[in-house]
Structures are given as C-alpha cells and as structure tokens.
C-alpha cells in the first residue's frame, strides 16, 4: 500500500516530501525510544511516535522507513522539517492518539489479519 493511500484513509497530514508519498509500504513499527526502533524496525516500515525532534530523521534513514507519523497532531520542530526534506522522509502527522493510528495502520495493512 502506498503512503499516498495511507494519508487519505487516516487523514494524515504530509509536512513534508509529498513527491514521496507514491513509496510502497512494507510494514509498520510503532514506539519512541530510538534505540528500540533502530534495533527493531526494518526497511519500508512506517514509523509511528510522539517524538518530534530531528534525531527521529537520522533514525528514518538509517533504517530506510517509508515514512515517520507523528501523533496526537503534535507539530515537528522546524530542524526535524528541514532534515527530513534532506533526507526525503515523508513527515505525516495524525491528530489521533498513538494507539488509534496503530490499530488504523494495522487494520490497512493487513485486511486479514495476517
């Protein structure tokens, strides 16, 4: 599924890197403690977390996420904007709690419950 389908059905807002949003979406990882993401997360994954300073960028590329979703409609910092656009990680922000998104998420990517 592509990120551009993802922010329609969750109204998802892009901050950023909408030239990106045809990006294939391979799975999913929700947390903030960057260590935990680094160490668990894989390529293609859409990254949900509250954080929303630059670091999670250099998490994002590192890892080669699809995307970062950004919860409960906090705003990123302009840094973690700029970075991002370097980098080319789509920012998405959702005006839902954490919880939410990934259920939303899970349900998307996995009609059957796979």
């Known amino acids: 599924m592509t990120l551009e389908t993802i922010c329609e059905r969750l109204s998802l807002k892009?901050?950023?890197?909408?030239?990106?949003l045809k990006r294939e979406v391979t799975g999913g990882y929700a947390g903030d403690l960057l260590s935990d993401?680094?160490?668990n997360s894989t390529a293609g994954n859409i990254w949900v977390t509250r954080q929303v300073h630059q670091n999670i960028?250099?998490?994002?590329?590192?890892?080669e996420h699809a995307a970062i979703v950004i919860v409960q409609g906090?705003?990123?910092e302009k840094e973690t904007l700029?970075?991002?656009?370097?980098e080319?990680?789509?920012i998405l922000v959702a005006d839902m709690a954490e919880f939410e998104v990934v259920g939303r998420l899970y349900q998307l990517l996995?009609?059957?419950g796979d």
């Open 14 to 20: 892009c901050k950023c890197c909408w030239e990106n």
């Open 74 to 76: 906090a705003t990123p």
């Open 57 to 63: 960028v250099a998490v994002a590329s590192l890892k």
């Open 82 to 86: 700029d970075k991002a656009t370097k």
């Open 110 to 112: 996995y009609p059957a």
């Open 37 to 39: 993401v680094m160490a």
């Open 88 to 90: 080319g990680i789509p």
